[in-house]
């Protein structure tokens, strides 16, 4: 901040401080964001060599209070982002088919249960999927849809309850049926 | 005696009461109460509507005294920075007492208003059978209920004609407040529950609406599905101010394709708000409602886009008042600037309250508005960075600004293309804003800023400071330069003890004073209250680990002053000491 006064006053007596009363740190330069009551703070650029291991900027943690949103504002718009379902935007996942020559997009929330999913792909794609059981998966079946879960695994649609699998699919894919070997049929 | 107070004598009381009837504002009763004590008597005596800005600035004894046929009650609380959580939570602020005296005093009271105050259930349980004429109910960012308390209200208020709820906490129990309404209730003209997360009885929703012929404000939460919504709108489509909680459909469901319908005939809604859950997709069926539109908030929605928000707003073109998130972007703030030219008030809130940088806002977005809203006077505003180039710009384009409230997602930003603190920008916005009454500053700010609110903002009442400034001379500028400052709050600025005690009865001019992490100590605030004992000078303690009082020279973390009437309040928590 130093930088930037025009006037040549002693600043340092009373320069603006972010920290816990009684603590005597350096002043934040203007561009880095300010640290929460942070009794270790370095100005980002002005870094001791001997501290370059940890080369990153301390990560932006929040001032108290800033910025000024109501905390019932700030409430509600955390619960939105924790919850998906109810930020509007849908829970639109890709799906692919093989041989197709383009991909779709569908919004899961839509869908009760994996029976009206599985029929709107259905008549989406044209195929013909088949029907699910446990112990064969789609057996038999043209067309078999398997899904990325979020730990970037293929998994055949249809194990797991509804809304375990809407929060865990990541992109839909629908295989041949001759390509789906290995993923609950022929076992 | 002059001649004029001769000829106003001569008038029996009654003729002064009917003229002091014509005399809605406060000031304006306020000032003829200084005239001569006839009319101070006469005024006071019919006064309906009584407004105490700081419930600990006087009794509840006092205004009775004062007041004895009052009507209408609105109190304030905690002091702004609550909101903030600066301020611990059993800092204080009870309406009970209040309930309590006015009760025991027979006031017959219909309306209370109510800001950041502590209500317990008791004490709404105590209102709704203590005033038999109570007809309105408004709570705003208020705490301490549930909706046990609610439906005492609604079960004993019989001509109950408002309950408001704006933002407060509010415990559900989730159980059926709203179907305590009795069948008899017809009176209702406005009712809030947005901020309510259970569910409501929908038959009893529908009920209600469907009897309440009279009603014209309806703001639901975000726990009443579409087709109640659907039903609701279909038996009150006289609604003018509409809450919509959740609006999340197929579009290809049926239950969609009523709604649709009914919107259309929903001529005379001329606000809209909510969608705290919302498929954009199913936004189109809100266009036929846009073209009457004069108020529109959309800043709980997160949901919609910035391509959708403009859809959407391209249609309102009556728009006077838009609250709306910053995902819109300045590009989307060019089209509000391009279609609502009848735009007075403007809040643009932060999306991303991590500050991440994610962002949409700059200084483009603001310049656009102030170049295309030429009735613009209330704005606050979120944003990821702003120029002194950009303020000048603004003050120049709209010098009727009565509300300024800028805030820099980083708190000490300098200017963004010449990297200079914004002490300029806002210097104009002052200079050219003559009827300024509420500032709120933000960015890197030097002492300069301060020499310039003190010497330009004359008619200014309230101004909010953080993370601003050099020395005591900032705080000094202000004190002796805005004549008729009323609330100054500061947080995180380097003004002490020389700026605190410089003129010290001017804080007997003001409401009240907040510092919280500046430099004043202990000793400069005790030698403050020992001056003047009508102020209450509270220190805010959370430091768990001191025992016994801090040594003079010690700093004070948060310190809350405002003058009062009625000395320390009794009902102060450990950790608040009024010096």
Known sequence: METVYENGLNLKATELRLGLPGTDNESQTQTSSPCVKNNNKRSSSEMDTEKQESVSPPPKTQVVGWPPVRSYRKNVLQQQQNNPESDGSGM??????DGAPYLRKIDLKFYKNYFDLLKALENMFKCNIGVYSEREGYNGSEFVPTYEDKDGDWMLVGDVPW?????SCKRLRIMKGSEAKGLGCNL | MCLFQCIMNYFPEEVLEHVFDFLTSLRDRNAVSLVCKSWYNVERCSRKKVFIGNCYAVNPELVIARFPRFQSLT?????HFADFNLVPHDWGGYVQPWIEALAKNGISLEELRLKRMVVSDESLELLSKSFPNFKSLTLVSCEGFSTDGLAAIASNCRYLRELDLQENEVDDHKGHWLSCFPDSCTSLVSLNFACLKGEVNAAALERLIARCRNLKSLRLNHAVPLETLQKILVQAPQLNDLGIGSFVSDPYTESYFKLKAVLQKCKSVKSLSGFLDVNPRCLPSIYPICTNLTSLNLSYAPGIQSNDLIKLIIRCKKLERLWILDTIGDKGLEVVAATCKELQELRVFPSDLHGVGNAAV???GLVAISAGCPKLNSILYFC???TN?????VAKNCPNFIRFRLCTLNPVIPDAVTNQPLDDGFGAIVQSCKGLKRLSVSGLLTDQVFLYIGMYAEQLEMLSIGFAGDSDKGMLYVLNGCKKLKKLEIRDSPFGNMALLSDVGKYETMRSLWMSSCEVTYGACKTLA??????????INENEEMEGRPKDKHRVEKMYLYRTLVGARKDAPPFVWTL
């Open chain 1, 92 to 97: 639109f996942v890709k799906v692919s088919m």
């Open chain 1, 163 to 167: 809304d375990m699998f809407t929060t």
């Open chain 2, 75 to 79: 109190l304030k609380g905690k002091p």
């Open chain 2, 362 to 364: 700059t200084e483009e």
């Open chain 2, 384 to 386: 990821q960075q702003m």
């Open chain 2, 389 to 393: 180039a950009a303020l000048i710009t």
């Open chain 2, 530 to 539: 020992e001056k003047m004992p009508r102020l209450n000078v509270e220190i």
